[in-house]
């Protein structure tokens, strides 16, 4: 039996893909329609959103919250990955490294940003993925992306032989990478960094504590109802029947006053209609999810 539309909110183990834990869900679900909200990298573990039947369509949104991150960055040496998987390409003692220029260096990546991903990343560079360049010698050049860092905090620091490994927790937008602030403050400290742990604590409504590992998935599979995980994940809209009518056939209505950023459109049965978005002086359907 094939499972219901909605969100599996996955706990993702290190060691695997991001597909690699779509692929299993395409299993556990018995359907090809699974995608997955914003990547994690294989070292990476923690809260990974995924999508089944209908809520793939929901997943492109929810991508664009906010997210936040436990990590540790090693100063003292830097990776071609800017993370544990990578090979050490330079090595500077950190021991010189107070924790008041620590402290300095992490504010001034707090804030609105603009950051260079990593070269080993998805980014695509003429059509290509940018980690396939620089695997294969030819690392491209990036150019550097606003993103806000809204909370960047060392919460403990270990010191060994010439290393300083710094616990830390990251609140950041959409498109920020945190392989990016481990590499720039080794820069800024003039060591190198990179991360050795990472784990995505949440993404937007959804949190590590909501998540199940793929073996708990295997035993219960846990499908949140897709209008349950719309009105977790974005603003209600109350609508009449005729509006519901209306978006339920891609129709517009006139603006409402729900600012910016989408909204789940719900008709007075409670039923999901449409995720909508308000533009000028209309209010149209990102996506229609009405039966």
Known sequence: MTAPDGLLIVDKPGGM?????????????RTRRVGHAGTLDPMA???LVV?????TRLLGHLALTEKEY???IRLGQATDSDDADG?????????????????????????EIRQVPPAVSAVKVGGQRAYKLARA????????????VREFSVLAVRRQAGLLDADARVTCSSGTYIRALA????????????????????????????????????EALDVRPLAEAAAAAFPRFDVTAEQAERLAHGGRLPACGLGEGPAAAFAPDGSFIALVT??????RPLAVFAP
């Open 70 to 72: 436990s990590a540790t």
């Open 45 to 47: 573990t923690g809260v």
């Open 51 to 55: 999508g089944v039947g209908k809520a």
């Open 183 to 218: 590499r720039d403050l080794g820069a800024a400290l003039g060591t190198g960094g990179h991360l050795t742990r990472l784990r995505r604590t949440r993404v937007g409504p959804y949190r590590e504590d909501d998540a199940r590992t793929l073996g708990q998935l295997a």
């Open 87 to 111: 090979a050490i390409v330079a090595a500077t003692p950190a021991d010189d490294v107070g924790d008041g220029d620590l402290a300095a260096a992490v504010a001034a990546l707090r804030g």
């Open 17 to 29: 893909t991001s597909h690699d834990v779509v692929a299993r869900v395409r299993r556990l679900a």
């Open 278 to 283: 308000e533009e000028a002086d209309v209010c």
């Open 137 to 148: 010698g030819d690392a491209p050049r990036l150019e550097p992306r606003a993103v806000t």
